[in-house]
Nanobody
């Protein structure tokens, strides 16, 4: 099993930055692909970014390209989401997810999820 815990969320003004972390309790950390998703109240969970299992590929939703970056530190069993130029529409609970997805954009493809961390961006 894999247990994930997100951290780094909080309240920030529009234009500010936050760095989210996801710590994993697994000895096979490097085996997994991972994704970042977010969900605002009353809305569907949406894809944000992913780090693929093979190669060093990263994927981003069109809405955050050039705004967010993603990284992974296998030695620390931690993945990161750097969020810059934040906007009120970025307000959501952010989740990290691990698995071996065939399609990194679909939340149903992932096996393990963290409890989420709240990000609130004020106007």
């Amino acid at each position: 099993q894999v247990q994930l815990v997100e951290s780094g969320g909080g309240l920030v003004q529009a234009g500010g930055s936050l760095r989210l972390s996801c710590a994993a309790s697994t000895r096979t950390f490097s085996w997994f692909g991972m994704g970042w998703f977010r969900q605002a109240p009353g809305k569907e969970r949406e894809f944000v970014a992913a780090f693929t299992r093979s190669g060093n590929n990263t994927l981003f939703a069109d809405s955050v390209k050039g705004q967010f970056t993603i990284s992974r530190n296998n030695a620390k069993n931690t993945v990161y989401l750097q969020m810059n130029s934040l906007k009120p529409e970025d307000t959501a609970v952010y989740y990290c997810a691990f698995g071996a997805p065939s399609n990194y954009y679909f939340s149903s493809e992932y096996d393990y999820w963290g409890p989420g961390t709240q990000v609130t961006v004020s106007a």
